[in-house]
């Protein structure tokens, strides 16, 4: 075959599988047997090898997969990926529904969609080709895994159509259930454990460095939302109806996938379906989202920090199943907090094997008189661990002894204590308990502290029983020669990880602060300390009143840092640490940024801004000693307004004569 004829061939090729992909994926419509599609596949798969000069980035040959991806590379969202606010009872939609109501103009109507259990991905088309697909990731940032998006073959690589020349489809991918339980079939066959469940399957498998692996797992996507500059249309419902013009499969409306509802009835009346349906659906679902229809209406009512406030998600009951209670154990944490930990007799709930359970704290055992033997009610939620709710007392044995706390710590022994007030016991040995000597050093180096590449919970097992390190200071006298000897360390392995820790020493002073893991002091107040005293000198200096005359910082933070810093260890460690170069301060380019211009006023920012995003201008609040505040109350002294902000806050603020000032008055505020 010659040049021209092939590429000829390749593109006649690819137009027809595209057309069969989407009539068989897209449109539950085959138009070709199987057989003859893998035939017309191979075909174009051995074209493309001859021809690689004519293959398509974006052809049919990509579903199957063969793109091997070393890293996944990580970019930035143009668009946040944000979480929705959850509910657990229909009254709070039904409040969710007449808050709206009331903070809209004109008529509202929602869209009701189902809550798919997967993980979230964004998808960028650019002239109607597949470009990216990004995990959700922090919500800022996430992984580019394209290669293994391209694989599930319900998402069009080419788009047909009217399609806008750049947007993002948001969505979720998930696993069928079907798949899942085949994938697990072959494990137990093999002889290995068997998957936890499909949302975790899922995740792991989008994540998998073998796209051809990928496309072998089945998954599968429900896409829920477009995002662009200039969208051809006004509201939620229309666009998702749109993008099945362009080639994308959309949730059946005849199989009340997605319903447009009109007032509150008929919300609830998809919520009471669903309920009952779900668990004849293939694929798992974990609750129904409601959002407002209109764009210009969600633009009204805008978004909290975390989650717009024009959709609500509503979360089915968690399903309550009762099972025997082998035995209580005792897990201490980097804190040397104690957690009582139910061992159950396994037991499957919402379509996962549950082996062990929360009990909380001492109270709680006592509250509901547990005992070990007991028939007990384990819940599933919101949240991953499962907890026992109560004591199944009509079929409890005789003679099973009322459960007596631990008095010693069950790692090294050390008797426990309770702070007065305080729900959890705790073991004080900090310095030498081992998993809290561990737990420390785990925290210091995970992702939003010191982020030190090349390293993970074995390598610091393996360190720490080495007696190579005592705590995260000693992370930094390593040398080649104390880690080669070392299990699975190979040289490259080493250098990975010394280059981890040199390159730590350039992270910023607020996050040297929360990696050093003192109590009650997480990302956002060490943010805060780091902020107010600008250098780790000033902090360790500041007294008591100094402390809590921070804004935010109150008498519990303000003891749990001296003491912190009253111990001698932790002194030295932080003598170490200055000594090895990590950052004590802030750095030159923050401290010029900041000022105390807006220092005593509480601002609320609404609406949309011109030359800053909201989140700039409550950066910008903060950077320059102001306090930015979510809804408006009596100390409240500004409302940065922007376009189209909520009638109900103007109304709020006049009534409590807040200043209003738009962006040009708050501009020349920071000037
Ligand atoms: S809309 C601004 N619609 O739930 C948030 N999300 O807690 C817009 N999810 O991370 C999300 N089904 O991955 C939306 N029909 C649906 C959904 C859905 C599942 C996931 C999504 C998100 C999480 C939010």
Redesign the pocket.
């Known amino acids: 075959m010659d040049k021209v004829e092939a590429k000829k061939k390749i593109e006649e090729l690819s137009k027809e599988l595209r057309k069969h992909n989407h009539n068989y994926y897209v449109l539950s419509r085959p138009s070709i047997s199987d057989f003859d599609f893998d035939m017309m596949l191979k075909e174009l798969q051995s074209l493309e090898l001859t021809f690689p000069e004519f293959a398509e980035e974006n052809s049919p040959t990509k579903r199957v997969g063969g793109d091997i991806t070393k890293k996944f590379p990580k970019v930035k969202h143009k668009y946040p990926?944000?979480?929705?606010d959850n509910s657990y009872s229909t009254e709070e939609i039904i409040e969710f529904e007449e808050r709206a109501k009331k903070l809209v103009e004109g008529e509202l109507t929602y869209t009701c969609?189902?809550?798919?259990d997967g993980v979230?991905i964004g998808i960028t088309y650019v002239n109607g080709q597949l470009k990216y697909g990004v995990t959700?990731g922090n919500g800022q940032e996430g992984e580019d895994v394209t290669a293994n998006v391209k694989t599930i073959r319900s998402i069009p690589l080419e788009l047909s159509g009217d399609f806008p020349a750049e947007f993002e489809i948001r969505g979720?991918i998930i696993l069928p259930r079907a798949n899942f339980d085949r994938m697990n079939e072959e494990r137990i066959k093999e002889g290995l454990e068997p998957y936890m469940n499909p949302r975790n399957t899922a995740s792991g498998t989008l994540k998998l460095q073998d796209s051809a692996v990928v496309a072998s797992r089945g998954l599968d996507a429900f896409l829920?939302?477009l995002y662009g500059d200039d969208l051809p249309f006004q509201d939620h419902f229309e666009s998702v109806m749109k993008a099945a013009d362009w080639g994308f499969r959309i949730p059946p409306i005849d199989q009340n996938y997605i319903k447009k509802c009109q007032n509150i009835d008929e919300i609830l009346e998809f919520i009471n379906y669903w309920d009952e349906k779900r668990t004849e659906l293939g694929f798992d679902i974990d609750g129904i989202?409601i959002k407002v229809n209109s764009y210009q209406q969600q633009k009204q009512l805008g978004y909290t920090s975390k989650?717009?406030r024009w959709?609500i998600?509503y979360k089915f009951k968690a399903e309550s199943v009762s099972t025997r209670l082998k035995e209580i154990t005792y897990q201490v944490g980097r804190t040397g907090a104690i957690t009582p930990v139910a061992n159950l007799e396994p037991v499957l709930i919402a379509g996962t094997t549950v082996k062990r359970a929360s009990v909380h704290n001492a109270d709680q055992i006592e509250k509901l008189d547990i005992r070990e033997g007991d028939t007990v009610f384990v819940e599933k939620g919101g949240e991953i661990i499962p907890k026992i709710t109560g004591v199944d007392l009509s079929k409890r044995a005789p003679g099973l002894k009322v459960h007596s706390y631990a008095t010693h710590c069950p790692e090294c022994g050390t008797a426990l204590i309770r702070k007065e007030g305080e729900a959890q016991h705790f073991c004080p040995n900090a310095i030498g308990c081992p998993p809290q000597i561990k737990g420390r050093i785990e925290h210091f180096i995970s992702r939003k502290a010191m982020n030190i590449d090349g390293m993970g919970t074995e390598t610091i097992d393996q360190l720490v029983n080495e007696g190579l390190i005592r705590n995260y200071a000693d992370l930094y006298s390593l040398k080649t020669e104390d880690l080669l000897p070392l299990e699975r360390m190979a040289e490259k392995t080493v250098e990975n990880l010394l280059n981890g820790l040199e390159e730590s020493k350039e992270v910023p002073f607020e996050r040297v602060l929360f990696a050093m893991g003192i109590r009650y002091v997480g990302e956002t107040v060490a943010k805060k300390l780091a902020r107010h005293f600008k250098t780790m000198e000033n902090l360790l200096n500041a007294s008591l009143e100094e402390l809590i005359a921070v804004d935010e910082i109150g008498e519990r933070i303000a003891e749990s840092l001296i003491e912190f810093f009253t111990i001698e260890e932790n002194r030295t460690i932080q003598h170490v640490l200055a000594q090895q170069g990590l950052r004590f301060e802030l750095e030159e380019s923050q401290l010029a940024d900041m000022s105390d211009k807006l220092a005593g006023n509480t601002f609320v920012v609404s609406g949309v801004f011109t030359n800053y995003s909201r989140d700039e201008v409550k950066a910008e609040i903060e950077k320059n000693g102001g306090k930015v505040s979510g809804s408006i109350s009596g100390k409240t002294n500004y409302l940065v307004a922007g376009e189209n902000m909520g009638p109900s806050k103007k109304a709020k603020a006049e009534k409590l004569g807040v200043a209003i000032i738009n962006e040009e008055e708050f501009s020349k505020m920071i000037q």
């Open positions: 990926m944000l979480s929705l969609e189902l809550k798919y979230a959700r979720e829920y939302g989202v989650s717009p959709a998600s």
